[in-house]
């Protein structure tokens, strides 16, 4: 299974965009790069997947390079309850949530 | 309502009472896991299952039993519990577990402790 790595923590302001990048050297050919969100004491909530380039929802976007061996998750215009932790998983079996980034937003 | 329950949400218990803590969902997912989360170490998957019948240990599964008779249940076993057993415990479940079907549905979580 790929490893991942991100940025422990981050804050930004209400009202900006967020980029939080995650790193995946190790990411196999069939791998799916999804991120989750999490409030403190909820369960982890599905937020965006996809496999190359871009995707977008009605939350987020996600970008991937070609060498897939990174993405970005993009938030636009975050507001306070944007506040959570984010992480992203890579794998085909047997999902491993790492530590994940604590995205904190400020007024 | 498509959701994911866990019972108990709260439980206290001593050491070496075994104890079930109970998942269903109401999704007709083939795949279910469970999970703990402790400060500093995020989630950790104990056990999953792509279906049922099948299971499978994840990376923390030594003190844990599951089983999965129904497509609906998967509870978690812990036959000895011990005071590390102490945690939150999550269980999810998606579609499947195949690679493009990742969207997992998570329970309100079960908060543990072992005295």
């Known amino acids: 299974l790929a490893k991942t790595t991100q940025p422990i923590s981050m804050d930004s302001y209400e009202g900006q965009e967020v980029n939080i990048t995650c790193s995946h050297n190790?990411?196999?050919?069939?791998?799916?790069i999804t991120w989750y969100q999490q409030f403190p004491s909820q369960g982890p909530r599905f937020i965006i997947q996809?496999?190359?380039t871009k995707v977008t929802n009605e939350v987020a976007s996600l970008f991937i390079p070609a060498d897939r061996k990174s993405s970005t998750l993009s938030l636009p215009r975050v507001s306070l309850s944007d506040t959570a932790v984010y992480y992203c998983l890579v794998g085909d079996f047997g999902i491993i949530f790492g530590k994940g980034t604590r995205l904190h937003i400020l007024p | 309502e498509a959701q994911v329950t866990q019972n108990p949400r709260y439980l206290i218990t001593v050491t070496g009472k075994k104890l079930t803590v109970t998942c269903s969902q109401n999704?007709?997912?083939?795949?279910m896991s469970w999970y703990r989360q402790d400060p500093g170490l995020g989630l950790r998957q104990i056990y999953y299952?792509?279906?049922?019948?099948?299971?499978d240990k994840g990376d923390v599964p030594e003190g844990y039993k599951v089983s999965r008779k129904e497509k609906r249940n998967f509870p978690l076993i812990l036959e000895s519990p011990s005071p590390n057993q102490t945690s939150l415990y999550f269980c999810?479940?998606?579609?499947?577990?195949?690679?493009?079907?990742?969207?997992?549905?998570f329970g309100p979580g079960t908060r543990l402790t072992v005295t």
């Open positions: 999704m007709n997912h083939e795949y």
């Open positions: 996809g496999y190359k």
């Open positions: 999810a479940s998606s579609l499947s577990g195949t690679v493009d079907s990742y969207e997992q549905y």
């Open positions: 190790n990411i196999a050919t069939n791998d799916y």
């Open positions: 299952s792509m279906n049922v019948e099948v299971t």
